[in-house]
């Protein structure tokens, strides 16, 4: 199996800054895509941005010019730097990894717990 742990949430007046760390451990043999998603209340999960092992990242255009998503492929971890958050930016924030936990190259879809983030006006 394999566990995601997010940190960093939290509440932040509007302007301001927070930053996401989801650390991923377990069975893992490679991690292909790690990604943050958010769900608002009353509304569908989303894509907040993706970090493929190797290729572009993908960011929903809300966020384009003020998140930045990374990774330490060492460490089996992703981050989600929030800059000029909104009030329409509070949810509970998932971590995601699209992981391999052998070279069979079979995929398994895992979520951490969430974290809120609360953007008050």
């Known amino acids: 199996q394999v566990q995601l742990v997010e940190s960093g949430g939290g509440l932040v007046q509007s302007g301001g800054s927070l930053r996401l760390s989801c650390a991923a451990s377990g069975s893992i043999f490679s991690i292909d895509v790690m990604g943050w998603y958010r769900q608002a209340p009353g509304k569908q999960r989303e894509l907040v941005a993706s970090?493929?092992?190797?290729?572009?990242?993908k960011y929903e255009d809300s966020v384009k010019g003020r998140f930045t998503i990374s990774r330490d492929n060492a460490k089996n971890t992703v981050h989600l730097q929030m800059n000029s958050l909104k009030p329409e930016d509070t949810a509970v924030y998932y971590c995601?990894?699209?992981?391999?936990?052998?070279?069979?190259?079979?995929?398994?879809?895992?979520w951490g717990q969430g974290t809120q983030v609360t953007v008050s006006s």
């Open positions: 970090i493929p092992s190797g290729g572009t990242t």
């Open positions: 995601n990894a699209l992981v391999k936990r052998d070279s069979t190259q079979v995929q398994y879809r895992y």
